[in-house]
């Protein structure tokens, strides 16, 4: 049996409680509601099935990069991936590059697809966009302004329970821990 996981940051609750608003807001205004599914979050390992019997491999191979660096993210403004995504962009840095490329190498022998590089956003419309909508939606996010910063020092790894995401185990920073690697 598989289980579907992704690994992510999530805002803290009062940055998340803001945008899960602005994502509401897009819904209603657009009847657009997928993106309403997942937790407010910057994907930094995009979904990928596993099987049960290697979740604790995974989890033990996450805790291997909690050696990162606190670091700032900033969210600035609205964008879009054409046709469907709407987004707020999360400000590439030197910080989010390496967690990503750190939980990256380490979970590889895990993913069938290799990660690619990252594109840190967060979105607030997707899949269910059509065409003639997306166009409606940038065009009126385009315009609006957004600005926070949060300090990131933690990871999540999501599961899916059938009908929703949810937090399955937190990966606190602890930067200068010594980290060893034993494959298994």
Not at 102 to 107: R, V
Not at 150 to 156: D, E, L, P, Q, T
């Amino acid at each position: 049996m598989e289980s579907l996981f992704f690994v992510a940051i999530l805002p803290p609750p009062e940055i998340s409680a803001g945008i899960d608003e602005i994502r509401k807001q897009c819904s209603i205004d657009y009847q657009v509601y997928s993106a309403l599914n997942p937790p407010v979050h910057i994907t930094l390992i995009p979904p990928f099935k596993l099987n049960v019997t290697l979740e604790n491999k995974l989890i033990t191979s996450l805790q291997y990069c909690r050696n990162f660096r606190p670091f700032e993210q900033e969210l600035r403004d609205f964008d879009g991936f054409p046709p469907k995504v709407i987004f707020i962009r999360a400000n590439k840095n030197s910080g989010i590059t390496a967690l990503h490329k750190s939980i990256a190498t380490k979970i590889r022998p895990y993913l069938k697809e290799k990660p690619g590089s990252i594109n840190p956003h967060i979105t607030i419309a997707y899949r269910d966009v059509e065409e003639h909508v997306y166009e409606k939606i940038i065009q009126d996010y385009s315009k609006k302004r957004l600005r926070a910063n949060f300090n990131v020092n933690k990871f999540a790894l999501l599961k899916h329970d059938g009908k929703k995401w949810n937090l399955f185990k937190e990966f606190d920073s602890r930067p200068g821990e010594e980290q060893y690697s034993i494959d298994l």
